[in-house]
């Protein structure tokens, strides 16, 4: 089970942003925007409550799809599975001699030999008999698939950024037993004053500065809110805090691999000056 929400009460590699408007220099053109890399990032949870026996991954190493994160205490899932095995086993062998026992009748009812209402109730006892062979394969299948969720499986490529339990912990039901950082392409969360929103084209440039990186990177503004709201109190001063923004996102096209989100970015905005109107 993974989720893209954040209840979990430890940080998430997924950063709460704090962005800002710094200002703008060449009104109208160019927008000067702070903000903090994020990342997207998979919580992998327990699907049931069961005991932590081993722990297959360590922090900051790199899994792909599918590879064990998280082994759970298997022992009463595989007795289950063995005991509904054992009882298909046996509703399979009634199954067997129910079917028999039809095609007796059967030929016996083609002969004239045999009443209609022992006719009808061995194709009875052979449909029941059926009937409980279906239901015990459900059974098994849903034992197996109780025995696999005790296998916790990454969801998609890329870092073990958190291991919230240690081996020989319980975990409950909807726990998260390790956060996975993915290998989707970072962004940086900012906020746009409305006379930028105005101006927008489809994928619009920018160039993004990250705290701690020499190299300049190149990003595209995405996912522009399409209701506005006050600027966050704790960014801008007074007067600017009553000013109406959207939030955006800038996805870094050129990002380090090793990106780690919570760094401050400062992102220099392009976009069309306004065209006067003819006279």
Request: aromatic fraction near 4%; proline fraction near 5%.
């Amino acid at each position: 089970m993974a989720a893209r929400h954040r209840a979990f009460p430890l940080l998430p590699a997924t950063v709460v942003v704090i962005g800002a408007i710094a200002g703008s220099c060449d009104p109208g053109s160019v927008f000067h925007l702070v903000g903090t890399v994020e990342r997207t990032t998979l919580e992998i949870a327990a699907p049931v409550s069961e005991e932590i026996v081993e722990i297959a991954v360590e922090r900051g190493d790199r899994v792909g799809k599918g590879a064990v994160l998280v082994l759970l205490d298997s022992s009463v899932a595989e007795a289950e599975l063995r005991a509904f095995e054992a009882a298909q086993a046996a509703a399979a062998a009634a199954l067997v001699e129910a079917e028999n026992e039809f095609q007796r009748i059967e030929t016996l009812r083609a002969r004239r030999v045999t009443s209609p209402q022992e006719f009808d109730r061995a194709r009875r006892k052979r449909d029941e008999a059926m009937a409980i062979v279906a239901e015990k394969e459900a059974r098994i299948a849903q034992a197996r698939k109780r025995l696999d969720d005790r296998t916790i499986r990454a969801h998609g490529s890329g870092v073990i950024d958190q291991l919230p339990f240690e081996e020989g912990e319980r975990v409950p039901a909807g726990g998260v037993v390790a956060v996975v950082q993915t290998d989707e392409e970072p962004w940086v969360r900012i906020w746009l004053p409305a006379r930028a929103v105005t101006r927008l084209t489809e994928s619009a440039s920018a160039e993004v500065e990250i705290e701690g990186l020499d190299e300049q990177l190149a990003g595209t503004l995405v996912d522009v809110a399409r209701e506005s709201e006050f600027t966050p109190h704790y960014a801008l001063t007074e007067r600017e805090s009553a000013h109406l923004v959207y939030q955006a996102r800038v996805v870094l096209t050129n990002a380090p691999g090793d990106l780690r989100p919570g760094l401050p970015a400062r992102v220099k905005l392009i976009l069309p000056k306004r065209k006067k109107a003819a006279d």
